[in-house]
């Protein structure tokens, strides 16, 4: 079964450039969850979608960070424009529902954005 | 919301000796607590896990134990091998509503 997919591994823009990242989850994962993860520290929460209903953005800087998941698959995570206290590593991860490791969730590789 | 404290921040063990690190949490309807291992530019992987349901889990040289009267749980690692040498996080969730909230991390070095 493939893992969690995301696309660039790596990104390097300057300060004011739009940026975006692609995650596609694990084949049947309802749930999709956007981190940031800055170094040293741990993953935050940015947005989980349940679907394709964002039911937690609780988190998001909205006057620059956007996320869709139209077709509740694959999703896009943008940032205009980017700062630098934007980099960071931004990770996806992905759920499953209805099976016995319902709670665990698998993470991507991680998008390494730095912001000059 | 949930705030999750780790402690050690660095570990530095010889190898075959055990590792502990600790966790605190805020929240008391957290009753879901991840473990997981990130090498270094990988992505973090699941180790163990527990629910608030069970005190102990083991899995091989692997094991978690939760207090949840003093809203802490450890993560032991035994005979320690240089593959170990990674970052671990600890997490907590209250179950059904799985948002993660997650410690800053321990970094375990095994000294071989």
């Known amino acids: 079964e493939a893992g969690v997919v995301q696309s660039p591994r790596y990104k390097i823009i300057e300060k004011k450039q739009p940026v975006a990242f692609w995650c596609n989850p694990i084949s049947g994962h309802n749930t999709l969850y956007w981190y940031r993860q800055n170094l040293g520290q741990g993953p935050e929460l940015l947005i989980r979608y349940e679907n394709e209903e964002a039911v937690d953005d609780s988190q998001l800087p909205k006057d620059r960070f956007s996320a869709e998941r139209l077709k509740g698959v694959d999703s896009t995570l943008k940032i205009q424009p980017a700062e630098l206290g934007d980099s960071a590593v931004y990770l996806c991860?992905?759920?499953?529902?209805?099976?016995?490791?319902?709670?665990?969730?698998?993470f991507g590789p991680g998008t390494r954005l730095t912001v000059l | 919301g949930e705030n999750v404290e780790q402690h050690p921040s660095t570990l530095s063990v010889q190898e075959g000796d055990s590792a502990v690190i600790k966790c605190t949490y805020s929240?008391?309807?957290?009753?879901?607590f991840p473990w997981y291992k990130q090498e270094l530019g990988k992505r973090p992987q699941l180790i163990i896990d527990i629910r608030s349901n069970v005190g102990e889990k083991k899995d091989q040289r692997i094991a978690v134990t939760l207090n949840k009267t003093a809203k802490h749980f450890s993560l032991h690692i035994t005979e320690t091998q240089p593959e170990d040498s990674a970052v671990y996080f600890c997490?907590?969730?209250?179950?059904?509503?799985?948002?993660?909230?997650f410690g800053a991390g321990t970094t375990v070095t095994v000294r071989a």
């Open positions: 991860a992905s759920r499953t529902t209805g099976t016995p490791d319902t709670d665990t969730q698998y």
């Open positions: 929240d008391s309807a957290s009753n879901y």
């Open positions: 997490a907590a969730s209250p179950l059904n509503d799985y948002k993660l909230s």
